[in-house]
T-cell receptor, first 112, second 112 residues
Framework: DQQVKQNSPSLSVQEGRISILNCDYT??????FLWYKKYPAEGPTFLIS?????DKNEDGRFTVFLNKSAKHLSLHIVPSQPGDSAVYFC???????????FGKGTMLLVSP | KAGVTQTPRYLIKTRGQQVTLSCSPISGHRSVSWYQQTPGQGLQFLFE???????NKGNFPGRFSGRQFSNSRSEMNVSTLELGDSALYLCASSLDGTNEQFFGPGTRLTVL
């Protein structure tokens, strides 16, 4: 059973517009959420995280929103740039555990 | 500060052989986790080591094993290789008690 789901395998956006990547989870014990970006032939790179005590966290062009009642989080990238084209993974960890559970990823393509 | 390093970067083996992959964490990081990434499956957690002890284990067969040394460097071993073991194996390190994990570039294992 997949505990972290990214239902969109891919997303295409024009440069300068907003990219919204979505993630759903089923485990109520998850209390910390992270987004990673991955380019081909490289390991994932940490982007931004959010604790379950918050509903929003911003870092430059990246904002993560958390809706605990819906068990849903989203990553907003504004404005999107061609260099943002990569696979984005949503990950979650449960209370007291450092183990991360990942979604299958969403491939973002930002066209000029 | 140097990042997580993994050796070798690429490996080709045949069915039935065994393989050992190596990971050197970021200096000061005591937790090392291993993940398997296959097409369409995202990152699947293998195991986590902390202070030379396995702290968490994913749902993989006993053919997959690992260890951690006193300098926090870690190795993972896969015995009796199967075609389905072909994957990118990623190592990630983190400080004790933090969820933010930093990934190495991975080892691409191909089993023929």
């Amino acid at each position: 059973d997949q505990q972290v789901k990214q239902n969109s395998p891919s997303l295409s956006v024009q440069e300068g517009r907003i990219s919204i990547l979505n993630c759903d989870y089923t485990n109520s014990m998850f209390d910390y959420f992270l987004w990673y970006k991955k380019y081909p032939a490289e390991g994932p790179t940490f982007l931004i995280s959010i604790s379950s005590i918050k509903d929003k966290n911003e870092d430059g062009r990246f904002t993560v929103f958390l809706n605990k009642s819906a068990k849903h989080l989203s990553l907003h990238i504004v404005p999107s740039q061609p260099g943002d084209s990569a696979v984005y993974f949503c990950a979650a960890s449960a209370i007291g555990y450092s183990t991360l559970t990942f979604g299958k990823g969403t491939m973002l393509l930002v066209s000029p | 500060k140097a990042g997580v390093t993994q050796t070798p970067r690429y490996l080709i083996k045949t069915r039935g052989q065994q393989v050992t992959l190596s990971c050197s964490p970021i200096s000061g990081h005591r937790s090392v986790s291993w993940y398997q990434q296959t097409p369409g499956q995202g990152l699947q957690f293998l195991f986590e080591y902390f202070s030379e002890t396995q702290r968490n284990k994913g749902n993989f067969p006993g053919r997959f094993s690992g260890r951690q040394f006193s300098n926090s460097r870690s190795e993972m071993n896969v015995s009796t290789l199967e075609l389905g073991d072909s994957a990118l194996y990623l190592c990630a390190s983190s400080l004790d008690g933090t969820n933010e994990q930093f990934f190495g570039p991975g080892t691409r294992l191909t089993v023929l």
